[in-house]
């Protein structure tokens, strides 16, 4: 409505109860764990009896940002890096209960207060991020050594299963040299048994005559087959199988 003043007597002020709002600057804090970070914040805040906020405080708004930087250290200042870096949430709403019972006096109400930022030092960041590789490296290995103690008991009783069956092992082994020949350009070698060898009787590769000599296998009187070594033309020597059965 209207009212009078007294010219140089009277003096009038216009108050904003509007909702406004401030950015904390990027405040200098060392953590309960001596650690130095540099955190910044945002309040909203809104005049709700604009009597007292002329009759007493001086400046109100300027007021209340000070004291909003003075609290961000003070909160943060109280607790660890890890809860800082976790819990802004939980700090925020410290922050907001504290400056919100310090201005009240004022006629100002605190409606939200945010962090917005918290930086690291450079040095400190290279060793977080190394703490972290290190971490990782070392879930890896630990997973890594799991999957191979899992897979040795897989192979484990795997071969007490063919242990059972002979017959298991040959398609086993078949398979194999099926999977092995589906390769282009690849070279197999054929192993044999010693048993299948020992279960052939007496048998022999004789080759060569005066300039000649070879392999040979022959029976002795014990049976089975005996390695040793028979001469070439050449003055070589090569090895042969004898059987002693």
Known sequence: ?????LPCIDKYS?????????????QNILTKDSVTIFVDAVVYYKIYDPVISITNIRNASWGTRLLAQTMLRNVLGAHSLSDTMTNRELLANQLLT???VATDPWGVKVERVEIKDVRLPQ??????????EAAREARAKVIAAEGEMRAARSLKEAAEVINRSPTALQLRYLQTLSFIAGERGSTIVFPIPMNVLGGMGTWGV???GE???GLGFGGGEGGGLE????????????LAYTSSA
């Open 1 to 5: 409505g209207i009212f009078f003043i």
């Open 14 to 26: 216009t108050v904003d109860l509007r909702t406004k709002s401030f950015d904390v600057p990027p």
């Open 98 to 100: 504290h400056l919100d």
């Open 123 to 132: 040095q400190l960041q290279r060793a977080m991020a190394a703490e972290a």
């Open 206 to 208: 004789a080759g060569g």
């Open 211 to 213: 300039g000649g000599g």
């Open 227 to 238: 390695p040793g070594f028979g001469p070439t033309g050449g003055g070589e020597k090569i």
